[in-house]
């Protein structure tokens, strides 16, 4: 059990640590594509493109260097939570956008890989935040 843990902890931690990263190097490209889910006010895309890829950066870390796992876990729980929500209303409204997920690396439009990738990381952030002791 502690190796699927550590596993884990590696997997869902490194792709946070990835995604983050890309977007902090370019917030601009980053805020255009929250901007297009149309989900919150202009006003907010510039705060939460910079602000997030932080919270994200730190909770991966956090959680690959096994220091406050199951808190670590549990943002990121929460924020895929928030991803599954933003992808699925787009999917729904038939948006036909870039899904900013991996900033522009991976720059492919919103559709039901993107739904499954952020499922899988859910299932295994929320399987973290259950098993960790601390």
């Not at 792709?15 to 977007?23: G, H, M, P, S, T």
């Not at 959680?63 to 928030?82: E, P």
Request: charged share 15%; proline share 3%; glycine share 10%.
């Amino acid at each position: 059990m502690r190796l699927l843990n550590f596993l884990l902890r590696l997997v869902v931690g490194g792709v946070f640590v990835f995604a983050a990263v890309i977007k902090i190097f370019d917030p601009l490209a980053f805020a255009a594509d929250i901007g297009n889910y149309r989900l919150m006010p202009r006003e907010l895309l510039h705060p939460v493109a910079i602000l997030l890829p932080w919270v994200e950066l730190g909770a991966g870390l956090l959680l690959v260097l096994g220091f406050w796992r199951r808190a670590s876990a549990l943002i990121i729980t929460v924020l895929c939570v928030v991803f599954l929500v933003a992808i699925g209303q787009a999917l729904a409204r038939g948006l036909d956008i870039h899904c900013g997920c991996f900033g522009t690396v991976a720059a492919g439009r919103v559709g039901l890989r993107n739904l499954l990738i952020d499922g899988a990381l859910l299932v295994m952030a929320g399987w973290l935040t259950w098993k960790q002791k601390e």
